[in-house]
Each structure stands twice: as C-alpha cells, then as structure tokens.
T-cell receptor, first 120, second 115 residues
Framework: GAVVSQHPSRVICKSGTSVKIECRSL??????MFWYRQFPKQSLMLMAT?????????EQGVEKDKFLINHASLTLSTLTVTSAHPEDSSFYIC????????????????FGDGTRLSIL | AQSVAQPEDQVNVAEGNPLTVKCTYS??????LFWYVQYPNRGLQFLLK??????LVKGSYGFEAEFNKSQTSFHLKKPSALVSDSALYFC?????????????FGTGTRLQVTL
C-alpha cells in the first residue's frame, strides 16, 4: 500500500533553532501534500497545502514566514519551523494522496507517522 | 463550509461486544467520507471510505461503516471489539470540487476496549 515516510520522528531543541521536517511518498508520486498540526487530545489542524513546483497555500492564521514549506519534487515536501519557540511545540503530521487520473477527492490521504517537536 | 461532528469524546466497550463510533457531517455537495485510526505518537491510518454505491462500507481490521444520507451520518462499527482496537478514531469529510480538496476532520473519539 501507499507509504508516507516522515523524518525525524522526534526533535528536541533550544528556542531560536530552526527545524526541518521531511515528508516523502515512498511508492507513489504526490503533486500535493498536506501539513497538519495536532495539539494534545485535539484534532488535526490543517496548516498548509504543499504544491509541487509552486507556492504552498496556507490556512488562515498560519504564518507563512514561520512555517516554510518547500515541495521540490513529486515525492518530497519539507516543513521548516523557523526560529522555533516553546509555543511551536506540537505534533506535526504530513499526508499525501497519489497523483493520477482519478481526482483527489476519492483517494484517501496517506499519513506519515508524525514528528513530535519539543522546544525548550 | 464542510464540517464533521463526533459527539462522543470516548467510547468504552468490553472485548467481544459490538462497538459503534458516531459521526455526522455537513457538506454542500456530495460527501466523500473517511475513517482513520491513530495510535499513540503515530500518524493516521486509513480504515475505510465511502464515495458512492453501497451504503455499508467494509474496511480494514474488521471495521465497517454505514452511510446514511437522510441522517447525514457515517457511523463506524465493528461486530466484536478487540483490546487492540483501543485508539483514537477520526471521521473526515471531503467535499467534491473536482480539484485537490481538503479533508475536514472531526474532533476524534477515543475508543477504550477492556477485557
């Protein structure tokens, strides 16, 4: 089945550090990937839609200069949390749907295992 | 705007008993509905989806869900629960627009299966 790999699984770093999270689709191509943030005991909040070869689309209230997204190829999207602070500590999850003749709508999204970011 | 409601924060079931996790949705067009499961510190795993056709959809690990258009519901069910089913379950809806479109998730329901 479709596999999405997310790396690293856990990051602990000092305030002010920039952190890069990678999301790879291992056995399919994905024109579009999604980045979510999940707070403890809460649902997933869509942060942005990552589009291969073009700018990401950010959800309202998400700082694009804080959360930099790059989708350089059909199998890789990266999220960089710039100058991270303790309030950025969270569980970040990416997802992707296979690109193909079918529309996106009836394809399930496949999720990475998430990255737990802890800023001291 | 599309939305999903999962009215129960937690569902407790004894192993071997049937389980139901409730989900209702609201969309402007035809709904594409999904159930996902999340284990601790992991991403979401796809369980099943409803696109069109039979209202009863069968998915992974013995789970099934029933689409009810009149009640705008898509409840997740399993005839006999296992302790290993204990996890966080999310219902999601996608409104068909013909282009890449976003999933909207419910708030999640924690399923606790006990011996």
């Amino acid at each position: 089945g479709a596999v999405v790999s997310q790396h690293p699984s856990r990051v602990i770093c000092k305030s002010g550090t920039s952190v890069k999270i990678e999301c790879r689709s291992l056995d399919f191509q994905a024109t579009t990937m999604f980045w979510y943030r999940q707070f403890p005991k809460q649902s997933l909040m869509l942060m942005a839609t990552s589009n291969e070869g073009s700018k990401a689309t950010y959800e309202q209230g998400v700082e694009k200069d804080k959360f930099l997204i790059n989708h350089a190829s059909l199998t890789l999207s990266t999220l960089t949390v710039t100058s991270a602070h303790p309030e950025d500590s969270s569980f970040y999850i990416c997802s992707a749907s296979p690109t193909g003749p079918q529309t996106f709508s009836n394809q399930p999204q496949h999720f990475g295992d998430g990255t737990r970011l802890s800023i001291l | 705007a599309q939305s999903v409601a999962q009215p129960e924060d937690q569902v407790n079931v004894a192993e071997g008993n049937p389980l139901t996790v409730k989900c209702t949705y609201s969309v402007s067009g035809n709904p594409y509905l999904f159930w996902y499961v999340q284990y601790p510190n992991r991403g979401l795993q796809f369980l099943l989806k409803y696109i069109t056709g039979d209202n009863l959809v069968k998915g992974s690990y013995g789970f099934e869900a029933e689409f009810n258009k009149s009640q705008t519901s898509f409840h997740l069910k399993k005839p006999s629960a296992l302790v290993s089913d204990s996890a966080l379950y999310f219902c999601a809806v996608r409104d068909y627009t013909g282009t890449a479109s976003k999933l909207t998730f419910g708030t999640g329901t924690r399923l606790q299966v006990t011996l």
